[in-house]
Every structure is written in C-alpha cells, then in structure tokens.
Nanobody, 113 residues
Framework: QVQLVESGGGLVQAGGSLRLSCAASGSAFRLGWYRQAPGKQRELVATITDFGGIINYADSVKGRFTISRDKVKNTVDLQMNSLKPEDTAVYYC?????????WGQGTQVTVSS
C-alpha cells in the first residue's frame, strides 16, 4: 500500500513558478505527477523511477518543469517554471508498485493570463 499526500499548488500569473511536493508512505517503484484539466482526460506530467532515477516528461512541460525525488524523505517534487494558462489543472501525485497505481487527492494549480 502506498499513500500519497500533495502540498503546494495555488494561483499564479503566467510566467510564474510553483512547486508541488508529494510525501509518500510506503515504497513505490515509480513516483510522479499527472494532471487533469476541466473536460479533459488525466495526462502524464512527469515520472521518476526508484532505481536508476529514470525521468520521463510530457513534451508540453519539457524545459519548464523539473521532477526530483528525495529517497530519504520519500518525497517527489515538481518545480514548475514559466507557467502557462494551459497548465491550469488539478495535479495528482502518482505512485506505482507491483502493477498497482496509487493516487493522491489532487491539488489545484491555476495560471492566470
């Protein structure tokens, strides 16, 4: 069982920055972030593996977002820079372990133009 608790998020102007953090209880082979905008499907933002630290980013966030993992604290952070209005969504922390997906409760990120 993996429990995920997000923090961060909020309202920011376009071009600004926000940092999301997720605290995980239990070990996960992969942690990361997904997002869901109103009327759209949930989509990958970024993930990072436990072994090897392999990182995967959505094309839409490459060069602007940075994912990082603290294995001692068992946290995964998402630094979001150069935010755009289209980044507005509920952001969910994600964990994967033994073919099971785990999700946090979600945190709202709103980028105003």
């Amino acid at each position: 069982q993996v429990q995920l608790v997000e923090s961060g998020g909020g309202l920011v102007q376009a071009g600004g920055s926000l940092r999301l953090s997720c605290a995980a209880s239990g070990s996960a082979f992969r942690l990361g972030w997904y997002r869901q905008a109103p009327g759209k499907q949930r989509e990958l933002v970024a993930t990072i593996t436990d072994f090897g630290g392999i990182i995967n980013y959505a094309d839409s966030v490459k060069g602007r977002f940075t994912i990082s993992r603290d294995k001692v604290k068992n946290t995964v952070d998402l630094q979001m820079n150069s935010l755009k209005p289209e980044d507005t969504a509920v952001y969910y922390c994600y964990g994967w372990r033994y073919n099971t997906d785990y999700w946090g409760q979600g945190t709202q990120v709103t980028v105003s133009s």
